[in-house]
């Protein structure tokens, strides 16, 4: 059972227009959730990440939003850049305790055409 | 700089072989580390939990007599596939936790990942 999931599997964006990147959860027991970056072949990156406390946080042109009550969130990176095309994995635990394993997504692959 | 290193990055090897996976910690103590496996256009599926120390906790439908996970210290992890086969190709990744710096940043550091190909 597929307790991350990212219904699109690929997504294309024209540079320069926002790209907004979907995730859903179904264990209520997630408090904290993140997004990872991976080119092929290589670990995944960190990017961002929120507190189930909030319902949004902001790095540069990366902002990730929280609605708990319909277990979504979203990633909006805006301006997109070619240099973001990746696939994208959404993330969850139900501790921020930093020994607690992430569970993910099967990840949502970003081409921004220039 | 990475602060999590894996290594090999790729192995080819015969069928029926077995192959080790090394993830060091590198400027940070690790007690647990996590493997992962992830297939194509698939999820980073977690496999076992590596403990310093103590067994690892392996996840259901892992085998632990094929992967066997050696933690021999605070910064070193080990993978090894034993009896390798075909279908046991995959995307290896291991990954730790910097509880030092997991307040500011990401719960965990991952390793570049190793591409395993059994023939």
């Known amino acids: 059972d597929q307790q991350v999931k990212q219904n699109s599997p690929s997504l294309s964006v024209q540079e320069g227009r926002i790209s907004i990147l979907n995730c859903d959860y179904t264990?209520?027991?997630?408090?904290?959730f993140l997004w990872y970056k991976k080119y092929p072949a290589e670990g995944p990156t960190f990017l961002i990440s929120?507190?189930?406390?909030?319902d949004k946080n902001e790095d540069g042109r990366f902002t990730v939003f929280l609605n708990k009550s319909a277990k979504h969130l979203s990633l909006h990176i805006v301006p997109s850049q070619p240099g973001d095309s990746a696939v994208y994995f959404c993330a969850a635990s139900h501790r921020n305790s930093g020994n607690t394993p992430l569970v993910f997504g099967k990840g949502t692959r970003l081409s921004v055409i220039a | 700089g990475a602060v999590v290193s894996q290594h090999p990055s790729w192995v080819i090897c015969k069928s029926g072989t077995s192959v080790k996976i090394e993830c060091r910690s590198l400027d940070f103590q690790a007690t647990t580390m996590f493997w992962y496996r992830q297939f194509p256009k698939q999820s980073l599926m977690l496999m076992a939990t590596s403990n310093e120390g103590s067994k690892a906790t392996y996840e259901q439908g892992v085998e632990k007599d094929k992967f066997l996970i050696n933690h021999a210290s605070l910064t070193l992890s080990t993978l090894t596939v034993t009896s390798a086969h075909p279908e046991d190709s995959s995307f290896y990744i291991c990954?730790?936790?910097?509880?030092?710096?997991?307040?500011?940043?990401?719960?965990?550091?991952f390793g570049n990942g190793t591409r395993l190909t059994v023939t």
């Open positions: 264990n209520s027991m997630f408090d904290y």
């Open positions: 990954s730790a936790p910097n509880l030092i710096r997991a307040e500011h940043n990401s719960p965990l550091h």
């Open positions: 929120i507190s189930s406390i909030k």
